[in-house]
């Protein structure tokens, strides 16, 4: 039994919440195995972390997602009826299996199945490649750009990953947009008219919010923040007052 | 309206389902994700900021699911919280490799773009109630805590990132993670059961 390193010190709440950088699981997850505090504390936190995918607004399925979900799996479900009963047979539970972390949970391969292998590869050629095609791919790189203009006292980072549009706007001390109103991101190519966004924030009483900034950046030269109507604009009413350079 | 053979299925609980979708009956992941989707649509949805990006993580997690559904133990946790981790865990990978963000589009969906869920069942309705009990204890942490932990779990960024972000060092940022996740466990105790039972 290995003790506690104090490196790893509040990493089981990082853990939980899948924050720790990739590169520190596997060291974590290692050191899990040996340490009985560590293990407990995840124990402890696991729970709450579960139910974090309670709290957003809860929203219906578009009913044609059913539709293409459910057309893969009966063309599937047909697949293996015809494989016979071997294809049908689940692949059997390694040693890992039974004792690995929770996240290999999730990490489920899609050939569990002999059969279904097959079956999948199939019904991606069917179904034109869309059921077997791998959704994501690409690298992983973050970079952190300081806003040039704010208003006094404040202060606003965008952080971009590269090959992607996907990035926050992190502010503080941030006055209130004002009764009514809301603050909305914008994005601007060279000196064209700002492109509205449904990003609408506020921010908290030390003037602090965290908003996702919708859309690539790949061609947008800045990200802007005005205040506006409560629902947002179509065009700035009011000139923005937070200006972050993309670049 | 569902096909006559899935009349019977939809009686039986979900750990039960998960059994028939281990055979690879379609009609009993149908009811799966008929229990489900909702809260699978919506956590995509609020991570990767568009229903198409989120259709697709979601599509994903599904067949993810119909695939290995012989994995499922229920030992480890509820289908339900097994089939969010995975909804999760693929939104996570989307919003790290970063492609999924190149679909996201500005101004084509509109600032109004809301699918309000309609409780429909039992089900739904104890959902958007446990939604409401767990975003209320998410707006009584302290801002700086809240932040944190939206940033982490919904926005996909580690911990290294994040300090990058707020000009914190990290064993701030996870210091406040973990204040966070002690305060919500407090919060959430007793709350969630009455809920869920």
Same mark, same amino acid.
């Given at each position: 039994m290995s003790e506690h390193a104090p490196e790893f010190t509040d990493s089981a709440a990082s853990y939980v919440l899948r924050a720790l950088p990739p590169e520190e699981v596997a060291g974590f997850e290692a050191h899990l195995a040996t340490c009985a505090e560590c293990r407990s504390e995840v124990q402890r936190l696991q729970p709450v972390a579960d139910a974090l995918p309670s709290s957003p607004d809860q929203?219906?399925?578009?009913?044609?997602?059913?539709?293409?979900?459910?057309?893969?799996?009966?063309?599937?479900?047909?697949?293996?009826?015809?494989?016979?009963?071997?294809?049908?047979v689940p692949a059997r539970r390694t040693p890992a299996d039974a004792t690995g972390e929770r996240r290999r949970r999730f990490g489920l391969s899609w050939f569990g199945r002999p059969g279904l292998a097959l079956a999948t590869a199939l019904v991606a050629l069917v179904l034109g490649g869309a059921a077997g095609a791998a959704l994501f791919g690409g690298g992983n790189s973050a970079r952190t750009v300081t806003a040039q203009t704010v208003p006094q006292g404040a202060s606003a980072k965008l952080l971009v990953r590269d090959q992607g549009g996907h990035s926050t706007l992190v502010t503080r001390r941030?006055?209130?947009?004002?009764?009514?109103?809301?603050?909305?991101?914008?994005?601007?190519?060279?000196?064209?008219?700002?492109?509205?966004?449904?990003? &609408?924030?506020?921010?908290? *009483?030390?003037?602090?919010? /965290?908003?996702? %900034?919708? =859309? +690539? &950046?790949?061609?947008?030269? *800045?990200?802007?923040?005005? /205040?506006?109507? %409560?629902? =947002? +604009?179509?065009?700035?009413?009011?000139?923005?007052?937070?200006?972050?350079?993309?670049? | 309206?569902?096909?006559?053979?899935?009349?019977?299925?939809?009686?039986?609980?979900?750990?039960?389902?998960?059994?028939?979708?281990?055979?690879?009956?379609?009609?009993?992941?149908?009811?799966?994700?008929?229990?489900?989707?909702?809260?699978?649509?919506?956590?995509?949805?609020?991570?990767?900021?568009?229903?198409?990006?989120?259709?697709?993580?979601?599509?994903?997690?599904?067949?993810?699911?119909?695939?290995?559904?012989?994995?499922?133990?229920?030992?480890?946790?509820?289908?339900?919280?097994?089939?969010?981790?995975?909804?999760?865990?693929?939104?996570?990978?989307?919003?790290?490799?970063?492609?999924?963000?190149?679909?996201?589009?500005?101004?084509?969906?509109?600032?109004?773009?809301?699918?309000?869920?309609?409780?429909?069942?039992?089900?739904?309705?104890?959902?958007?109630e446990e939604s409401k009990i767990v975003r209320a204890a998410m707006d009584n942490l302290p801002a700086e805590q809240c932040q944190v932990v939206e940033l982490a779990y919904f926005g996909?960024?580690?911990?290294?990132?994040?300090?990058?972000?707020?000009?914190?060092?990290?064993?701030?940022?996870?210091?406040?993670?973990?204040?966070?996740?002690?305060?919500?466990?407090?919060s959430l105790t007793g709350g969630l059961g009455e809920v869920r039972t």
């Open positions: 929203l219906a399925a578009p009913p044609e997602l059913k539709d293409r979900i459910m057309s893969v799996v009966h063309a599937e479900a047909n697949l293996l009826q015809a494989a016979g009963p071997q294809a049908d941030l006055p209130t947009p004002g009764s009514g109103r809301v603050y909305q991101v914008w994005l601007q190519r060279g000196n064209g008219a700002p492109i509205p966004t449904n990003a &609408l924030f506020g921010t908290s *009483r030390n003037g602090s919010a /965290s908003v996702d %900034v919708p =859309g +690539s &950046l790949k061609d947008v030269d *800045r990200v802007l923040v005005s /205040s506006e109507p %409560v629902g =947002g +604009s179509r065009a700035p009413t009011r000139t923005p007052l937070i200006s972050v350079p993309t670049a | 309206m569902a096909p006559p053979e899935n009349r019977d299925t939809r009686s039986l609980a979900d750990e039960d389902l998960m059994h028939l979708v281990a055979k690879a009956q379609p009609g009993a992941f149908e009811v799966i994700y008929e229990r489900h989707s909702s809260a699978a649509f919506s956590l995509a949805y609020r991570m990767v900021g568009t229903r198409n990006a989120a259709e697709d993580v979601v599509q994903e997690a599904f067949l993810n699911l119909w695939r290995s559904g012989g994995r499922y133990d229920r030992a480890r946790g509820s289908v339900r919280t097994w089939i969010l981790g995975i909804v999760h865990h693929r939104a996570i990978d989307a919003l790290r490799r970063a492609t999924v963000h190149d679909r996201r589009r500005t101004g084509d969906e509109g600032i109004a773009e809301r699918l309000e869920a309609r409780e429909r069942t039992d089900v739904q309705a104890a959902q958007r996909g960024f580690t911990h290294s990132e994040i300090a990058e972000l707020l000009d914190a060092p990290v064993g701030t940022v996870k210091g406040r993670m973990r204040l966070a996740l002690d305060k919500l466990r407090g």
